[in-house]
């Protein structure tokens, strides 16, 4: 790879871990494309090297890639639930994750900006949106993934803080079953 394909790789790493837990946003080389603005044949050189690397699954069938690791793993992170005012449509919660400082961290405002412009848009439209930041919580650290995806699903920090991860589980289940 040259110096450019290699900064390129860089940047799909540390994209690894925007969407490792966003819902229905796989690693691909059509995603990597389009994020980064490469050619086809670019992208796909960074897919096989993730893969190689470990970073993503490999290619079976017509499934999805996962993300296995990113390059923050293993280092402790801060969650945080940002709720931004999309002023074209409405308002919407992201999750986003870290090394911030605080709340008041600005890289914040920039990760929460990214999580919401990169997240599942079919029902509105998301060129050139503009967000603005209303209000960031600092999620406990005892939060499962089952809590995040149910704060993701719309449920307030404050109904599910006290769910054991049982019960967290339970409730995904439930919604998936009713879909």
Known sequence: MNDLEEEQYQKAVEF???????????????????????????????????????????????KPRQVLKTKLEGKPMKKFEVELSITKTFTTKVIVEGEFKDKSDLS????????????NHEHWDYNNTEFEINDVKELPANLSSDHIDLLRCGYSLDVIKDYSEEDARAELDAIASSL
């Open 16 to 62: 690894l871990a925007v969407i490792k837990d966003l819902p229905f946003t796989y690693p691909s080389v059509s995603l990597f494309s389009r994020k980064f603005r490469i050619g086809y044949t670019t992208a796909a050189r960074i897919v096989e090297r993730l893969e190689k690397e470990g970073y993503i699954s490999e290619f079976v069938g017509g």
């Open 108 to 119: 914040i405002d920039k990760a929460a900006k990214y999580a919401a412009d990169n997240m």
